[in-house]
C-alpha cells in the first residue's frame, strides 16, 4: 500500500459520508458539527498506527532443489524428495504444473529461511525446534513441512492397498458391525501416529 494515511482518511470519511445519507440531519450547523466530531481522532476511530514489516529471507533455491540435493533432507531417497516436493506443490505452497521434468508440480516460491532450516532440523530424530516470528511469515509450514517430508519418506515405501479407496468407506454401509478403517491396507504397512497438532 502507498499511501496508507490517505486510505484511513478516505475509508474514514466514506463512512461518515454513509452516516449523513442513512441519518441526514436537516440544519446544516449540526451535521457539520457531527461530521467535524466524527473526524476527530478517539471519537469514531483512532488514529492511524503504522507498522512496517521487513521482508523474511528467502532461501537461494526453490524447493524442487531438494530433489537432486540431499543437503537438506538427509537420508531420503530420490523418490521420496521427488513425492515431498509434490505434495507440498499440491497445496501447501502455491504449486504450478510443469513438464519435461521428474515432478509433475513445483512450488512456485522459495521457502523463507526459517522454513528451510526448520525442515533440515525437523526431519533428523531428536532435533525439535521452535520458529518465532511475525504475522504471515510462514510459521504453520515450518512445522507442516517436516511432518509431510516425514510420512511423504514412509509413504513411498508403502504397499499399495488390496482395494481401491473409498472401499471401506464405512459410513457408506448399512451393517452396524465393526469393521477395521484400513482393512484394505496391507499388514506389512505400520499403524502408527505420526504427528499430533
Known amino acids: 500500500m502507498y ?20 441519518f441526514k440531519i ?17 471519537r469514531m476511530c483512532a488514529e492511524p ?12 533455491y526453490r524447493l524442487e532443489h531438494l530433489v537432486d540435493h540431499e543437503d537438506v533432507l538427509e ?8 513425492a515431498f516436493v509434490e505434495l507440498v506443490a499440491s497445496g501447501l505452497f502455491d504449486g504450478e504444473a510443469v513438464s519435461g521434468q521428474p515432478w509433475k508440480r513445483r512450488p512456485q516460491y522459495r521457502p523463507f529461511e526459517h522454513q ?11 532435533h525439535p525446534g521452535i520458529v518465532t516470528s511475525g504475522t504471515g511469515s510462514g510459521k504453520t509450514e515450518s512445522f507442516l ?9 514412509e509413504a513411498v515405501n508403502w504397499p ?11 459410513w457408506r454401509s448399512e451393517t452396524r ?16 501416529l505420526r504427528a499430533l497438532v
Open 3 to 22: 499511501d496508507p494515511i490517505g486510505a484511513f482518511e478516505r475509508m474514514r470519511d466514506f463512512f461518515v459520508a454513509y452516516l449523513d445519507t442513512a
Open 26 to 42: 436537516r440544519a446544516a450547523t449540526v451535521a457539520d458539527a457531527r461530521r467535524e466530531l466524527l473526524a476527530t481522532a478517539g
Open 49 to 60: 498506527m503504522i507498522e512496517p514489516v521487513l521482508r523474511y529471507r528467502s532461501t537461494p
Open 75 to 82: 537420508g531420503f531417497s530420490r523418490e521420496a524428495r521427488l
Open 116 to 126: 528451510a532450516k526448520m525442515l533440515k532440523r525437523g526431519v533428523r530424530v531428536g
Open 145 to 153: 513441512l517436516p511432518i509431510f517430508a516425514q510420512i511423504t519418506r
Open 160 to 170: 499399495k492397498p488390496s482395494a481401491p479407496l473409498g472401499a471401506e468407506d464405512w
Open 177 to 192: 458391525d465393526f469393521r477395521p478403517a484400513r482393512a484394505t491396507e496391507s499388514p506389512e504397512r505400520p499403524k502408527a
